[in-house]
């Protein structure tokens, strides 16, 4: 079977509490269980922070899906607001100063086609989101291009039939 491809939107501050546990785990809420019940050892996963508008990480799920009551991340609830977990592995976190607007990489995502390009960022507004492999790799190619110091926006763009070149 093949792995999917996740997309998971961190608020500022729960992305900054995953940090402090050097991205470990991933959680996810109650209302998202039934499309994480996919979520499979060896799935990719790309981190976004919706207040930045930035994409600003990968990893790999390490474990299934499991069940945990212990509060990691923030909530004004007394109800533990994540309690489905996965275990995480292969983590690659952008500093912060390398960080990759969603301004430059959305207009290639498939993903977000169906809204008005200037309001790309609602399509990712929902906490977890299954993407295609080709938008998967669109931004893993950024995040690793922005790790080795390489930060061109053409390294960004999508291949199409249009820009492709000819052999």
Not at 49 to 58: E, N, P, Q, R
Not at 69 to 76: A, E, G, P, R, T
Not at 118 to 125: G, Q, T
Request: hydrophobic residues 35%; glycine residues 2%; positive net charge.
């Amino acid at each position: 079977m093949s792995n999917t491809y996740w997309l998971v939107n961190f608020s500022l501050e729960n992305f900054n509490l995953s940090k402090k546990r050097s991205f470990d785990l991933l959680g996810f809420t109650k209302k998202d269980n039934k499309l994480t019940n996919k979520i499979a050892l060896n799935d990719n996963v790309i981190f976004y922070i919706s207040d930045l508008k930035s994409f600003v990480g990968t990893s790999t799920v390490n474990s299934k899906k499991f069940y945990d009551k212990k509060k990691i991340w923030s909530s004004n609830e007394e109800e533990v607001k994540f309690p489905y977990r996965v275990k995480l592995k292969s983590t690659k976190i952008l500093p912060e100063k390398k960080y990759i607007s969603g301004y430059d990489v959305a207009p290639s995502l498939n993903y977000v086609k169906r809204w008005a390009p200037e309001d790309w960022y609602l399509a990712l507004l929902p906490p977890v989101h299954i993407i295609s492999h080709s938008d998967f790799e669109i931004i893993s190619h950024g995040i690793e291009n922005s790790l080795k110091g390489n930060t061109s926006k053409l390294s960004l763009k999508k291949k199409t039939r249009k820009n492709r070149k000819k052999k």
